[in-house]
């Protein structure tokens, strides 16, 4: 797998998490104003006027949700499109060959820079690997969490 598709499936995943995270938070939000809203309703001693200030309160509410929601969402479009063009590919290939040659001047170098540069390359593959394998495997378990939350959606319609 490479970079560019690890990058994509965490930023799917991402997107995923934060759209039912919205969405829960919108429900409990919908929820708390009906509470709201019949409350004030019921208690005589609330006046028009005041209920008047609650809806503004609550459709101000609504509109920066709203808002703050397309604007993640205007955010996550434009990482699609950053990393669709191979932007970051090209940023990597070009970081690579710039790297390439300064090593192949190792002829040149003194040892003690050899060897750091050496070191460098191997710290910086180790982490790339470690990374590359957390990825993998953060993936791999949120599509069994997905697989099974979907089984026991299927099980509770039956």
């Known amino acids: 797998m490479d970079n560019k598709e690890i990058v994509k499936q965490m930023m799917d995943w991402h997107k995923k998490s934060f ?19 019949t409350f004030v309703d019921l208690t005589p001693g609330i006046t028009d006027e005041g209920k008047k200030v609650m ?5 101000m509410y609504k509109k920066n949700r709203d808002e703050f929601k397309k604007a993640v969402d205007e955010g996550y479009d434009k990482l699609e499109d950053l990393f669709d063009n191979d932007t970051v590919a090209m940023f990597q290939e070009q970081t690579r060959k710039m790297f390439d040659l300064f090593s192949a001047q190792k002829a040149w170098m003194p040892l003690d820079l050899k060897k750091t540069m050496d070191d460098w390359t191997a710290m910086y593959q180790k982490s790339f690997n470690d990374l590359k ?26």
């Not at 809806?55 to 459709?59: D, G, I, P, V």
Request: charged letters at 25%; glycine letters at 6%.
């Open 19 to 37: 759209g039912s995270c919205f969405s829960t938070m919108v429900n409990l939000q919908n929820q708390a104003e009906k509470i709201m809203t």
């Open 55 to 59: 809806e503004q309160l609550n459709s």
């Open 133 to 158: 394998n957390q990825v993998d495997e953060n993936v791999k378990s949120m599509g069994n969490f997905y697989s099974s939350e979907d089984k026991q959606q299927k099980k509770g319609k039956k």
